[in-house]
């Protein structure tokens, strides 16, 4: 079946009690047993639920993947995966990731003894030099958050398996509709449901997808021992997001792109970071790797104290933190969502400004930041 059917259908039965054609809300923490240790499948709401089951189904389906586990948030996913290595080993990340992994591994596993090693897009060319034999797992997002950079997902695979390490690749910014991460050498991908695939800013939420089934053993594992798990409101919520996700991916990528050509010609812009604009340093690796482009645009303002009065003079770009939504958010990484980056090496630049384009009318959003961005000077 085509991705879209199986966003639908997949996992998703109609309920055989009572044919209802919605996945219900199994809103329950324990089951009846017929005797010791005899039961349907579930025992006890933390270790399996029959909603979050239909969630794990439909999203492994999504990725390519023969094993799916849904977590509480993206961090609750990120957190277990960490579990993955043990202390002294290292993880290599690339260095614009996200603000609350970089909190994660720099205030919590580093203390602990863990390595992590931050490497530049513009180096993950060269990514072999930077491996070595006590790497355990290498961790990218592709495009990335927030500086959309894209990295060459099969030739980090392939640098990463040399040396006896795991890839995770962050795809919640592409969705499973737009990038194939297993499909081009993967171990891993994981996601923060919170955003596309929810799509709504209505619940948070994580998801891990593998192919290798001793990774999803030891997952299946975290996930009961650890306790990271959603609750089944909120797996009904990003079962319900995902079934127009392909609708609405190509509505924020055509949003994005007219956006970002927009902000291109824009003369109190200084620079726009778009993957599918072809003066983005990565546009064709992106194209060869990618259906289209996503709905996530930055840009430079002119300076820092710009960035910040522009953000509060938007209307239909709401001033928030998270993205993925139908509606457009704005917002300032360095002061919000990477504030936790700001003495790192890598830090987001104090005036970038990260969109996150909606479903509206693109000529509303256009002319929201026209409004914003005075003087409107356009570039010839």
């Known amino acids: 079946m085509d991705f879209e059917t199986r966003a639908i259908h997949e996992?998703?039965?109609?309920?055989?009690?009572?044919?209802?054609?919605?996945?219900?809300?199994?809103?329950?923490?324990?089951?009846?047993?017929?005797?010791?240790?005899?039961h349907?499948?579930?025992?006890?709401?933390?270790?399996?639920?029959?909603?979050r089951t239909a969630l794990q189904q439909a999203l492994a389906s999504l990725e390519g993947a023969d094993h799916g586990i849904a977590f509480s948030s993206g961090?609750?996913?990120?957190?277990?995966?960490?579990?993955l290595v043990d202390p002294g080993e290292r993880v290599v990340l690339i260095a614009d990731v996200y603000g609350g992994v970089y909190r994660m591994t720099s205030q919590v596993y580093e203390?602990?003894?863990?390595?992590f090693d931050y490497v530049p897009a513009e180096e993950f060319p060269n990514l072999p030099e930077h491996l070595d034999g006590n790497t355990r797992m290498v961790w990218?997002?592709?495009?990335?958050?927030?500086?959309?950079?894209?990295?060459?997902?099969?030739?980090?695979?392939?640098?990463?398996?040399?040396?006896?390490?795991?890839?995770?690749?962050?795809?919640?910014?592409?969705t499973p509709y737009l990038q194939q991460p297993l499909e081009l050498g993967a171990d891993v991908v994981v996601h923060s449901t919170t955003k596309y695939l929810g799509g709504h800013s209505d619940t948070v939420g994580g998801f891990v997808a593998?192919?290798?089934?001793?990774?999803?053993?030891?997952?299946?594992?975290?996930?009961?021992?650890?306790?990271?798990?959603?609750?089944?409101?909120?797996?009904?919520?990003v079962l319900r997001g995902i079934k127009t996700l392909a609708v609405r991916m190509r509505r924020h990528c055509d949003n994005a792109m007219a956006v970002a050509v927009w902000l291109e010609r824009h003369g109190n812009v200084e620079r726009v970071l778009y993957p599918g604009l072809p003066s983005h340093p990565n546009h064709r690796l992106?194209?060869?790797?990618?259906?289209?482009?996503?709905?996530?645009?930055?840009?430079?303002?002119?300076?820092?104290?710009?960035?910040?009065?522009?953000?509060?003079?938007?209307?239909?770009?709401?001033?928030?933190?998270?993205?993925?939504?139908?509606e457009s958010l704005i917002e300032v990484p360095a002061r919000m969502t990477h504030a936790s980056t700001a003495t790192a090496p890598f830090a987001a630049p104090p005036n970038l400004v990260r969109l996150s384009v909606g479903i509206e009318s693109v000529t509303d959003l256009i002319s929201d930041l026209e409004h914003a961005l005075v003087p409107a000077v356009v570039k010839a």
């Open 140 to 174: 990218i997002e592709t495009p990335s958050n927030p500086l959309l950079n894209v990295v060459d997902i099969r030739a980090t695979a392939t640098a990463a398996h040399e040396v006896g390490a795991i890839l995770v690749v962050d795809n919640t910014f592409a």
């Open 75 to 83: 961090l609750g996913a990120t957190t277990t995966l960490m579990h």
């Open 111 to 115: 203390p602990k003894g863990y390595k």
């Open 11 to 38: 996992g998703q039965e109609p309920d055989p009690a009572t044919g209802a054609i919605i996945t219900p809300i199994y809103q329950t923490s324990t089951y009846v047993q017929d005797a010791v240790g005899e």
């Open 40 to 51: 349907k499948g579930y025992d006890y709401s933390r270790v399996a639920n029959p909603t």
């Open 210 to 237: 593998t192919n290798d089934p001793t990774i999803a053993e030891r997952l299946y594992f975290l996930q009961k021992s650890l306790g990271a798990v959603p609750g089944p409101f909120d797996s009904w919520l």
């Open 286 to 326: 992106a194209a060869r790797q990618m259906r289209d482009f996503g709905g996530m645009v930055s840009f430079l303002a002119p300076s820092a104290e710009e960035a910040a009065a522009l953000v509060a003079r938007t209307k239909l770009f709401q001033l928030a933190e998270s993205l993925g939504g139908v």
